[in-house]
């Protein structure tokens, strides 16, 4: 190795260079730019010229060069001698039909206005205050329903990112006692949708905020569930559908302080019938000690965002009992989440 290759692997393992990394604010606002204009999806099937490019998007070609080159440097395009962009593995992840896609993540949370709430995070640590209450004057769900371009984003965001959650849940917990699951909260319905797929004996009931619905019965009808499951909209704080043996709330509970996430439970309790079952699929921080950095993000995001937080085992077993449920047991599943089952005493 040339003294000129080590001085430079030294440097880039340098405890600088690594917070360098973590703190290179621009490049989630390229991946923003590459999925808004759809670049790795029109470089799926071949190589092209940023000219090529830009007369497909609209974009300006010296510019799009530059931005493509700069991102070739970090490994997702390839540039070849004639200047043509082609896409890496790892490029392929920007695709909006990749398997492991993360179109979706990126668009929302690259997203200027969800880029904007996050850059509040100084308050949130000082004040404990939301960022959308205090930069906005309202809370996160309020602004996707009067905002509906984000809002469609959040939940297509949420219907993709824990897709790998939803298929290990299903397989690790036996559905087949029940027969009528009522999803709260279930946004566009990727998680009724894989319960009743995989278990044809039951029907659903998916109940969500009223600007869901177009998108959630779309999602039903394309999963030809239409004559098995209903969307239902309301306020989970005021009231929950009746009639189901099973309720789930998928990511739910972690958006709220305790205070409200004990009024939504409260809701659900007094929707269910004893000897129902009610299933928080969250993920569950350890006891003591430091979380996986996935855990900790994922819980200042919750900080900042929607003044919510990741609980321990412990805490959720409180806060279920505040609102009158005893856990029976918390299931450790094949991802990050956790299958939190209670019952009515």
């Known amino acids: 190795m040339h003294e000129d290759e080590g001085a430079m692997q030294e440097r880039a393992l340098s405890p600088a260079a690594v917070v360098m990394q973590m703190n290179n604010t621009i490049v989630p606002h390229l991946l923003y730019v590459v999925v808004e204009l759809g670049i790795a999806d029109l470089l799926a099937t071949k190589p092209q010229t940023a000219d090529e490019l830009a007369q497909a998007t609209g974009a300006h070609a010296p510019a799009l060069f530059r931005m493509l080159r700069g991102l070739a440097s970090y490994g997702l395009f390839t540039l070849d001698s004639e200047q043509r962009f082609g896409l890496t593995p790892l490029g392929e992840v920007l695709r909006a039909d990749h398997p492991e896609s993360l179109a979706s993540n990126i668009l929302y949370v690259n997203h200027p206005e969800t880029q904007r709430m996050l850059g509040d995070s100084l308050n949130a640590i000082m004040t404990g205050q939301q960022a959308f209450a205090h930069l906005l004057g309202t809370d996160a769900f309020s602004y996707y329903r009067d905002h509906p371009e984000v809002g469609h984003r959040f939940n297509q965001f949420m219907s993709d990112q824990f897709n790998q959650d939803v298929a290990s849940v299903v397989a690790c917990y036996d559905f087949q006692p029940y027969r009528h699951v009522v999803d709260v909260g279930g946004g566009i319905g990727s998680f009724i949708v894989a319960i009743l797929r995989a278990n044809p004996h039951m029907q659903g009931t998916l109940f969500d905020v009223p600007y869901s619905a177009l998108a959630a019965q779309q999602a039903l009808g394309d999963a030809e569930l239409a004559d098995r499951c209903r969307f239902v909209a309301g306020d989970f704080f005021q009231a929950v559908p009746a ?60 900080l900042t965002l929607y003044g919510g ?37």
């Open 243 to 302: 009639g189901g043996d099973i309720y789930t709330l998928k990511n739910v509970v972690h958006d709220w302080g305790d205070e409200q996430a004990i009024a939504l439970l409260r809701a659900c309790h007094a929707a269910m019938q004893p000897g129902s079952t009610l299933l928080l699929i969250e993920n569950v921080f350890p006891d003591q000690g430091v979380p996986t950095p996935y855990l900790a993000i994922f819980d200042l995001v919750m």
């Open 309 to 345: 937080h990741e609980r321990t085992a412990q805490q959720y077993r409180d806060l279920l009992a505040a609102a009158g449920f005893q856990v029976v047991r918390i299931i450790p599943t094949h991802t990050a989440v956790s299958i939190i089952e209670a019952q009515l005493p």
